[in-house]
């Protein structure tokens, strides 16, 4: 019988990165540390277990600068972990930090995949029937926690192209789910549509739900969020059911 002192701490950390990575579409770096001694392992548990990111690919293209999960007293299998597979017996909870960067946001926002519903965006403009087409959006994460917006707009029947810039204030969703964009404040007072500004709102809010960052058998619950100048840091609480293995 494999023991843990044959197979080591970095073969079970290397075979548990490899499962991982598994879930994920790219990654600069990826790791994972597994904390144990042969007497936990003998009791089906594992002292902690983190779980490091950059560069990550998540869903619909998103990259994550960074994420960290902290998990600690996790019960598992003790022979399939002898063999490199960590299989929990009971749900553990944890801590997750994801960090996304300004870049990272606009490309998300004008990426092909998540911005098909602002191509041909109906909304009234004052008072009359108006189509809208983005040309090009940006997100600015800023020093004093507030998250702006600049976007050149086509006016279809016109042909005209306008600028429209605001600043919102973010929060976590009720649920713990997603960011919410409240506290619009436009930079020259006046907005080109409700609808329009909506419209943006509500894309941030789908790239920054936390379903786009979760893996199968770990699931997220956001706390806390803080906008510094280039980048988003959301804190949550992370809640596994399961561990990814080969």
Request: charged share 20%; hydrophobic share 40%.
């Amino acid at each position: 019988m494999l023991t843990l002192d044959r197979l080591g701490e970095q073969t079970l950390n290397r075979i548990a990165t490899l499962a991982l990575s598994s879930q994920i579409n790219d990654a600069k770096k990826l790791e994972v540390r597994v904390k144990t001694d042969p007497s936990l392992l003998a009791k089906g548990q594992l002292e902690s277990l983190a779980i490091y990111g950059e560069g990550l690919i998540m869903e619909h293209d998103i990259r994550l600068q960074e994420m960290v999960i902290r998990l600690e007293t996790i019960a598992v299998a003790p022979f399939k972990a002898l063999t490199g597979n960590i299989e929990l017996t009971q749900p553990t909870q944890g801590t997750a930090r994801i960090v996304i960067a300004q870049v990272d946001l606009n490309r998300a926002f004008n990426s092909d995949v998540l911005g098909i519903q602002l191509r041909s965006l109906k909304v009234q403009v004052d008072g009359k029937p108006q189509t809208l087409n983005v040309k090009q959006v940006h997100c600015r994460l800023l020093a004093e926690g507030r998250v702006g917006f600049d976007a050149d707009v086509r006016l279809a029947q016109s042909n005209e192209t306008q600028r429209v810039s605001f600043t919102t204030t973010p929060r976590v969703s009720d649920d713990g789910r997603s960011v919410v964009l409240e506290k619009v404040e436009y930079a020259q007072g006046k907005e080109l549509s409700p609808e329009f500004t909506q419209a943006l709102v509500t894309k941030a809010g789908k790239i920054l739900h936390l379903s786009h960052f979760e893996m199968p058998g770990i699931s997220l619950r956001m706390h806390h969020l803080q906008v510094q100048e280039g980048q988003l840091t959301l804190q949550a609480v992370a809640h596994v059911t399961q561990f990814p293995s080969l």
